[in-house]
């Protein structure tokens, strides 16, 4: 009794090896961050500094430094949120908390999807038909923050709605038998539980927003400005159309630059994305249910 | 405003159905007001969906069908003038499971107080005075007076449920209806519920569905036995315990099936 037999054995050794082939691929992913960031850090770290990140470009863009891009990703990344948080928050506040079941929100449903779906070029092209020519913004900073915005509202919709759809049902039954209306419960209950899950989506999305280039080349980004935007109706550089531009567009570039404006990219994107993380944790550890 | 019988609750020929499921026949029931009234019966018998109708939680699921009339003081609750909202106010609601909401104790008592009205006007000392009178005649007071700003949801279920009652008081409801209020505690929670029971007599009308005998037995002043959604007997506790009518009545509370 209580020895292992054959069959026991052969267990054991199919779960040793199905965790460790698991474990390798969980390790591989870690790799490629790895050799970027590293890369990024050894070519271009020498070239990041305070004067890189707070002076404008010269000599072609070959020296100086980057701050009109960077200035310009946080005007876009800005508008576009102003845009679509309000708009997207809306909409799922209505999906999760109003909307009845049935087709018409079934095919909401699935425009949302499709919308996440779509290539960025395309949403570039329509941000150009829509915004740049039809609403007359011309090439201009609203024109591209709508289309990015419009490109990131299913983010933030899905986003929203899963943390809305997290909150426990009894919480809002509990409202209702006491006579709150809908309206009451989400202000009350819905939406206090859920800020963390939204708040997550909306730093995601600023992060992906900062980061894409096709949505805003057509719309809103030049390749190069000698005066700082004054309004949201003056074209900007970007810190992702200015990485296209140094990393392929300018002769005799100094290799260091291109992988210096890489590397306050990405620690951009991952700033936002820790910031995310924190902010949940942060908040998750508050709510006790 | 119909006949004027005084009673908490009446209903005439009350028939309910879950889409093509009929729950309950032509239930005639008189609750009085003041007391609490016990029903009691085995699973699916129709209690918790009467008890569910009276402040009209069944119809959210969309595809319940009533027929007959349910009157609360007098005034049927399914009349067409008649607001929602004022019903959940005037009949407050205590379900099996504790459903604090996952803010403070204080804003949890607050919280029907708020939204019906009376909190925007009331300075910071009225309502801690609400928060106090409610908790007080919960006996819950001396337990969290300390901690009214805590998460309502770090309290005992004896707490919690006891807290779930006392949310309902601030609005002056006339019925209060709990749906086993007892059945997610301990037997030391069920003891100090029931005692609550008898501090609320007298000041509501209280409908109490139980699955415990005993429950009704010791904590009601009357009692009504239904079988699959009819009602079969309703008398005063004693009489109901001791010398039942029915057959029926006598093989469930001898528990020979339920």
């Known amino acids: 009794m209580f020895d292992a037999t054959e069959l026991n054995q052969k267990n054991e050794r199919v779960e040793k090896l199905f965790r460790a082939g698991f474990g390798l691929m969980t390790v591989m992913l870690i790799i490629p961050v790895l050799i970027i960031l590293t890369t990024l850090v050894v070519k271009g770290g020498s070239v990041v500094n305070f004067d890189f990140l707070f002076q404008s470009p010269t000599n072609g863009m070959t020296a100086g430094g980057i701050f009109p891009a960077l200035l310009g990703t946080v005007w876009l990344v800005l508008v576009a949120l102003l845009i679509s948080v309000p708009l997207g928050v809306a909409a799922a506040v209505y999906l999760s908390e109003y909307a009845p079941e049935n087709w018409f929100t079934r095919v909401i449903n699935l425009a949302i999807i499709n919308l996440a779906g779509v290539p960025s070029i395309v949403h570039a092209l329509f941000g150009v038909g829509a915004f740049v020519l039809f609403f007359g913004f011309g090439t201009s900073i609203l024109a591209a923050s709508l289309t990015l915005a419009i490109m990131t509202l299913p983010l933030i919709i899905v986003a929203t709605r899963e943390s809305l759809q997290a909150v426990p049902y009894a919480f809002r039954e509990a409202c209702w038998n006491m006579g709150a209306t809908r309206w009451q419960t989400i202000r009350r209950v819905v939406l206090p539980n859920a800020i963390s899950g939204i708040l997550t989506g909306v730093i995601l999305e600023v992060s992906r927003t900062s980061g894409e280039t096709a949505p805003i080349m057509f719309t809103g980004a030049a390749f190069f400005l000698p005066l700082l935007p004054q309004s949201v109706f003056d074209q900007t550089m970007a810190l992702s159309l200015h990485l296209f531009v140094v990393s392929t567009q300018v002769p005799d570039m100094p290799e260091a630059v291109p992988y210096g404006v890489a590397l306050v990219l990405i620690c951009l994107v991952l700033l936002m994305n820790s910031l995310s993380i924190a902010l949940r ?9 | ?23 309950l026949f032509d239930v005639n029931l008189e609750v009085k007001p003041g007391i609490i009234t016990a029903m009691i019966g085995p699973s699916g018998c129709g209690k918790s969906t009467f008890l569910r109708s009276v402040n009209r939680i069944n119809e959210r699921l969309g595809y319940v069908r009533i027929t007959g009339e349910i009157n609360v003081y007098d005034r049927n609750i399914y009349g067409e003038d008649v607001e929602l909202v004022q019903v959940r106010k005037q009949v407050g609601m205590v379900f ?30 009225d309502q801690d005075d609400v928060v106090e009178d409610a908790l007080r005649q919960v006996l819950l007071w001396d337990q969290v007076k300390d901690r009214l700003n805590a998460k309502a949801t770090g309290l005992s279920l004896e707490q919690q449920q006891k807290l779930c009652i006392a949310r309902l008081l601030p609005v002056k409801p006339r019925v209060l209806l709990m749906d086993e209020p007892c059945s997610a505690l301990d037997p030391k929670g069920t003891e100090a519920v029931e005692e609550l029971l008898w501090e609320l007599r007298g000041k509501y009308s209280i409908l109490i569905v139980t699955h415990n005998m005993a429950q009704a037995r010791r904590a009601s002043d009357e009692c009504i036995f239904m079988l699959l959604g009819k009602v079969v007997e309703h008398t005063e506790t004693e009489t109901m315990f001791v010398t039942p009518k029915f057959e029926e009545t006598e093989n469930y509370i001898e528990g020979r099936y339920g």
Request: glycine share 12%.
């Open chain 2, 1 to 23: 405003m119909d006949s004027g019988s005084g009673m908490a609750i009446s209903t005439t020929d009350l028939n309910l159905w879950y889409g093509t499921f009929q729950a």
């Open chain 1, 281 to 289: 944790v942060y908040l998750r550890g508050r709510k006790k249910w």
């Open chain 2, 96 to 125: 099996q499971r504790p459903n604090p909401l996952p803010i403070s104790i204080r804003d949890n008592v607050l919280f029907g107080y708020q939204i019906h009205g009376q909190g925007k006007t009331a300075s910071k000392s």
